[in-house]
């Protein structure tokens, strides 16, 4: 494949999670073999506070000359809508999108729920104490769905990211957490973690014995995006570049088998449709939102 002629020798990548989180792993990773794609050097920057809010001004004030990008999620749409911080996901623009990162309902392997009809139970006896990330998360979004599909009042405890929860789960504060499958990739192996449920439309290929929470009688579909997203004015042949660049490391074998250990699941969206592709994530989540009366 050819390399591409990208006008920075050094691009920052920034993050909001912490050393080890999730977007923190996709970066690295991404970073580690798209660099000889795009004949760069990455930097990983973690620019943790507000749920996102540090990391979107750290990008929308930035120059659009292809030298900085922001790892998105939905989270900095949550933190958008929910904490109005100064600046927000209309300050950047979408870049593309690279993989879908499913989400899971998880609890420690030696505690009492072996199914998720067990921790709904529990939850009607004794409310229960559910785990997400943090505040403006679609792990939030997951378990309020799930609350009220399940017409439950079990407490949601929120977390400053994956890490945290997991310990949680694991030292059995929290009956469940929710997170995506490849944060808990490490302790499901050593089987001190078991799934129970997956926020996907289809059961996961990797774990195939794990019902979705659709089957389990739950009317629940969610999906985390994993893209990038960059200053407003991106120009055309940096967009370009991206967009050559992101599709071939993707069809590289050695990064594919990297990305499926991981769990993550490609999903280019290419620039043009990545913008519309947000704002329909932004309409679905702002209703959820105020038909829950989260957003007044």
Do not use: C
């Amino acid at each position: 494949m050819a390399q591409i002629d990208y006008p920075h020798e050094i691009v920052t990548l920034v993050t909001h999670s912490s050393p080890g989180g999730g977007s923190d792993v996709f970066l690295r990773e991404l970073a580690r073999n798209l660099g000889s794609e795009l004949g760069v050097e990455f930097v990983i920057e973690n620019a943790r506070g507000g749920s996102g809010a540090q990391a979107m001004a750290r990008v929308a004030n930035a120059p659009a000359d292809g030298s900085i990008f922001y790892a998105v999620t939905p989270t900095y749409i949550y933190t958008s809508l929910l904490s109005y911080p100064a600046n927000n996901y209309n300050d950047l623009e979408p870049l593309v999108n690279v993989f879908f990162d499913e989400e899971v309902i998880y609890t420690r392997a030696n505690g009492p729920f072996q199914t998720l009809a067990d921790v709904i139970t529990a939850a009607r006896s004794d409310r229960g104490r559910w785990g997400a990330s943090t505040p403006a998360s679609l792990e939030r979004q997951a378990l309020e769905q799930l609350k009220v599909a399940a017409d439950v009042q079990a407490a949601i405890v929120s977390h400053e990211g994956g890490g945290d929860l997991m310990l949680n789960v694991l030292n059995g504060t929290l009956d469940i957490g929710v997170g995506e499958a490849q944060e808990i990739r490490s302790q499901l192996a050593a089987g001190r973690l078991r799934v129970l449920a997956v926020f996907s439309a289809e059961r996961l290929e990797d774990l195939p014995n794990m019902p979705t929470v659709l089957e389990s009688g739950y009317d629940i579909v969610l999906t985390k995006f994993r893209g990038l997203a960059g200053p407003k004015g991106l120009p055309p042949e940096i967009i370009a570049a991206w967009e050559q660049g992101i599709q071939q490391v993707l069809a590289d074998p050695d990064y594919r088998d990297a990305y499926e250990a991981e769990m993550l699941s490609p999903a280019f969206i290419r620039h043009v449709d990545y913008g519309p592709f947000i704002d329909s994530f932004v309409s679905r989540t702002e209703t959820f939102l105020r038909d829950s009366g989260v957003l007044q």
